[in-house]
């Protein structure tokens, strides 16, 4: 079965550059989330989209910015990148929007190494 | 804003032996979720408990909710190497999920 997918798996910048990371929700899904997972910590929600539209906001600092496209993938966009930026990017998707019940599928992680 | 406290923060066990995760909220549960992440990987999903009193196995892990005490308790028989990693729980949180710090469980040969 398709799973989510994430790109890139791996990302070594430096202090102040920008990066793009990617998210292809599961065909059909509807809502994307995104995870930040700093080194020893858990994860922590950044934002969400439903439909195309930000349904929720989180920790999420004014240097990203993320969106949702007509083909229901995602883009995080990072920039003025800082050491702290260093973590474990995690994108989820699920079928049903406004709620968690319905499982979110995370995919396998954007690895994020600033310099 | 609701938290999830996890009991231990980090497990040894003896390959062979039972053990028990325990998973408390700080606010009533509407849904909890278990996942397994080996070190620097991603996010494994174990199961979903979303009534009072569910319990759900997957082979050797068995998961129950208590709505009551606002816990879920994650119990893993005759543990194998396999299972070594870091066990997170979730809690729905108003379209997000909010996470556990996670326990680290290490096995032993």
């Known amino acids: 079965a398709a799973g989510v997918i994430q790109s890139p798996r791996h990302l070594i910048k430096e202090k102040r550059e920008t990066a793009t990371l990617k998210c292809y929700p599961i065909?059909?899904?509807?809502?994307v989330y995104w995870y930040q997972q700093g080194p020893g910590q858990d994860p922590q929600f950044l934002i969400s989209?439903?439909?195309?539209?930000?349904?929720d906001k989180g920790s999420i600092p004014d240097r990203f910015s993320a969106q949702q496209f007509s083909d229901y993938h995602s883009e995080l966009n990072m920039s003025s990148l800082e050491l702290g930026d260093s973590a474990l990017y995690f994108c989820?998707?699920?079928?049903?929007?406004?709620?968690?019940?319905?499982?979110?599928?995370f995919g396998p992680g954007t690895r994020l190494l600033v310099l | 804003s609701q938290e999830l406290e996890q009991s231990p923060q980090s497990l040894i066990v003896q390959e062979g032996k039972n053990l028990t995760i325990n998973c408390t909220s700080s606010?009533?549960?509407?849904?909890l979720y278990w996942y397994k992440q080996k070190y620097g990987e991603g996010l494994i999903f174990l199961m979903m408990?979303?009534?009072?009193?569910e319990e759900k196995s997957h082979e050797k892990i068995t998961a129950k909710l208590d709505e009551k005490k606002q816990q879920s308790s994650l119990h893993i028989t005759a543990s194998q190497p396999s299972h070594a990693g870091i066990y997170l729980c979730?809690?729905?949180?108003?379209?997000?999920?909010?996470f556990g710090k996670g326990t680290r469980l290490h096995i032993l040969p």
């Open positions: 989820a998707s699920s079928l049903v929007g406004g709620r968690a019940a319905e499982t979110q599928y």
């Open positions: 065909p059909r899904h509807d809502t």
């Open positions: 989209f439903y439909e195309k539209m930000q349904s």
């Open positions: 606010k009533t549960l509407y849904g």
């Open positions: 408990l979303q009534k009072g009193g």
């Open positions: 979730g809690a729905d949180g108003d379209d997000k999920i909010i």
